[in-house]
């Protein structure tokens, strides 16, 4: 990735001449010959691909729990409300079954991104996976962990993070997790005989536990945890829009991405990853559509919590 001529100037206690007296210059930093109080930009995190892979997948799965958790617990009320407003249960799988397919066209669609960014930069793979900006598990990450549980009880400071946490990492390849499990078991539930040609039919019966099951729990861990770390975190809360418009504030950046931040200025790449912000029209479509995606995943929770204390069978 090409460097340009910018560079991050320190203009704390510089002076400058203006109709010739000389006048202190405001404490502030400098980003090629602007104020960083009044450079408005912000820092461009994810294209517009992977926003796009992201929209495609946050659709996907809310269809996928929706669907498949008015199946699993089909013998509350509020499944099978849920599932007359989706036309029964069988136009329910029916749509189950077509955003299992979204789910798996992103996933794909990501993978051959990979591939694409790899030839446009053209490095080896072993620079692509093992870089600075990994997406793999490293030792850092393992001391990050305990630096974050340290400074969680106010035994150390918190951790300079990178372009990539711990927690983001766990979340990533979680999905990769998901798309194996839950993914093989339920083409096997939705081909049965296909797939007992080749497995004993015993098999069925474990994909169906393997896959409910699983399903429960991906469900749980995404409107739960990652919902936190995401948005609920006292920094990020209410929502975090990065993810949706691509878009971080410098300040925010700094914070949360200190590691970053220091390489890119040190490189001298801040410049070419700064643009200004998203209009405003555009910011408040994609805040709807989070807080809907939001409600709905809040909502979930409860109504697992509801079946699995009140009315498991």
Known sequence: ?????????????HESRKAGTQVAAPASKTIAGRTAAADSREFVRFTRHYRALHACMVVSFLILALTGLSLKFSYTGWAVRLARLMGGFETAGNIHRFAALV???????????LVRQKRRRNVSWRLMLLGPNTLLPTKRDGQELVG????FLGQGPRPEYGRWTYW????????FWGIVVIGSTGLTLWFPVL???????????????I?????????????????????????????????????MPLAELKRDKPREYASLVASGELEQHLEEPQPEIVVKVI??????????????????VYAMVFAYR
């Open 1 to 13: 990735m090409a460097t340009t001529d910018h560079e991050l100037l320190e203009a704390d206690g």
């Open 103 to 113: 789910m798996f066209g992103t996933f794909i669609a990501h993978v051959v991104g």
């Open 148 to 151: 974050t549980m340290k400074w």
């Open 168 to 175: 983001e990492k766990f979340d990533y390849f979680a999905v």
């Open 195 to 209: 797939f007992t040609r080749l497995l004993p039919g015993q098999f069925i019966n474990v994909a169906t536990i």
């Open 211 to 247: 896959h409910s099951d699983e399903a429960l729990l991906a469900t749980g861990f995404i409107f739960t945890v990652h919902f936190f770390n995401t948005h609920l975190r006292p920094e990020k809360f209410p929502m975090d829009t990065t993810i949706f418009t691509g878009h």
């Open 287 to 304: 805040r709807g559509f989070a807080w809907t995606a939001l409600t709905i995943g809040f909502s979930v929770v409860v109504w697992i």
